[in-house]
């Protein structure tokens, strides 16, 4: 593939394990941390909507003019899984981790970045 295609945006898959699980299973306070996360990386908030799942787990939305920061989570096992989705190349993605690794405690994390919308570049011929 040539790398001189512009992505349409960048999509990061945030792994954090070992967090807090009393945070992971709080509803306000996961909707806080998101919220503030897209503020740090000077996002535009469109829209937050968050469901606490019983007996426990959070998922969550902050839809942002760039595209979106979603969450869920398995208090049950001290793990939440995170996508950081944006179409605006200024933003810095690695602030919203940082900011999220910090307030939910985590010991480890995982990521991989993934550039969205590359193959749109690439002429398909259908038969």
Same mark, same amino acid.
């Given at each position: 593939?040539? *790398? #001189?295609?512009? /992505?349409?945006?960048?999509?990061?898959?945030?792994?954090? @394990?070992?967090?807090?699980? #009393?945070?992971?299973?709080? *509803? #306000? /306070?996961?909707?806080?941390?998101? $919220?503030?996360? /897209?503020?740090?990386?000077?996002? $535009?908030?469109?829209? $937050?909507?968050?469901?606490?799942?019983? &007996?426990?787990?959070?998922?969550?939305?902050?839809?942002? /003019?760039?595209?979106?920061?979603?969450?869920? *989570?398995? &208090?049950?096992? %001290?793990?939440?899984?995170? %996508?950081?989705? *944006?179409?605006?190349?200024?933003?810095?993605? %690695?602030?919203? !981790?940082?900011?999220?690794?910090?307030?939910?405690?985590?010991?480890?994390?995982?990521?991989?970045?993934?550039?969205? +919308?590359? +193959?749109? #570049? !690439?002429? $398909?011929? @259908?038969?």
């Amino acid at each position: 593939m040539d *790398t #001189n295609f512009k /992505a349409l945006g960048r999509h990061l898959l945030l792994e954090l @394990y070992e967090c807090d699980s #009393n945070l992971l299973n709080n *509803t #306000n /306070a996961i909707e806080t941390i998101l $919220t503030e996360s /897209a503020r740090i990386a000077e996002a $535009t908030i469109v829209e $937050t909507s968050f469901h606490h799942f019983s &007996p426990y787990g959070v998922s969550g939305v902050v839809v942002i /003019a760039e595209s979106h920061i979603t969450i869920h *989570t398995w &208090p049950e096992h %001290d793990y939440a899984a995170i %996508d950081i989705f *944006t179409c605006d190349d200024e933003m810095v993605i %690695d602030h919203i !981790v940082d900011h999220l690794k910090v307030e939910l405690k985590a010991k480890r994390f995982d990521q991989k970045m993934i550039r969205r +919308g590359i +193959g749109m #570049n !690439v002429k $398909t011929e @259908y038969v």
